[in-house]
T-cell receptor, first 113, second 117 residues
């Protein structure tokens, strides 16, 4: 099974709201990722978790706050977002070792009004 | 730094035509190479991979060969179908930044393929 699940599928939020995106994998992968993707562009890496510890933060604004409660779950907490943050947010996971492929979830389509 | 260059799209083909999407890379060392496909409204799916020189990845009729001498990983399919219409991304695994677990994927810009009946 190479499935990564994400909820919700769609999210509309105002600029003053607080919401969370959720990601889950049951492949035993120890690395998990958050990406942001604009239409027809490649995904942009936001965060990397390795063994439940944040290992890479690609200078993402603090209005995005990641959390890794356990090895299977990854959350992205959203607060005070801007309209330009509207995008597809993708979660991915990998076995971990260098050069290993990443498996992506279906994404959450976020619209900030 | 590491980078991936893909042929620009959009590419429009008729059903049963031959497909080539060019991909070249620049990297330190010996990266793994991947092709991902993204259908409209969906996430990225791993299409195929190659982890060392001269490896050929294949899946669903698509093929790509890791050519170290030309630093290329071109995607090919002998006969495309309407259902192959999607955006295709070439990618390589970048250097590990901090820990020895999990690497950065470096993506090309993507090539949009449209197949007409």
């Amino acid at each position: 099974d190479t499935e990564v699940t994400q909820t919700p599928k769609h999210l509309v939020m105002g600029m003053t709201n607080k919401k969370s995106l959720k990601c889950e994998q049951h492949m035993g992968h120890r690395a998990m990722y958050w990406y942001k993707q604009k239409a027809k562009k490649p995904p942009e890496l936001m965060f990397v978790y390795s063994y439940e510890k944040l290992s890479i933060n690609e200078s993402v604004p603090s209005r995005f706050s990641p959390e890794c409660p356990n090895s299977s779950l990854l959350n992205l907490h959203l607060h005070a977002l801007q309209p330009e943050d509207s995008a597809l947010y993708l979660c991915a996971s990998s076995q971990g070792l260098r050069g290993r492929e990443q498996y992506f979830g279906p994404g959450t389509r976020l619209t900030v009004t | 730094g590491d980078s991936v260059t893909q042929m620009e799209g959009p590419v429009t083909l008729s059903e049963e035509a031959f497909l080539t999407i060019n991909c070249t890379y620049t990297a330190t060392g010996y990266p793994s190479l991947f092709w991902y496909v993204q259908y409209p409204g969906e996430g990225l799916q791993l299409l195929l991979k190659a982890t060392k020189a001269d490896d050929k990845g294949s899946n669903k009729g698509f093929e790509a060969t890791y050519r170290k001498e030309t630093t290329s990983f071109h995607l090919e399919k002998g006969s495309v179908q309407v259902s192959d219409s999607a955006v295709y991304f070439c990618a390589l695994s970048g250097l590990i930044m901090i820990y020895n677990q999990g690497g950065k994927l470096i993506f090309g810009q993507g090539t949009e393929l449209s197949v007409k009946p």
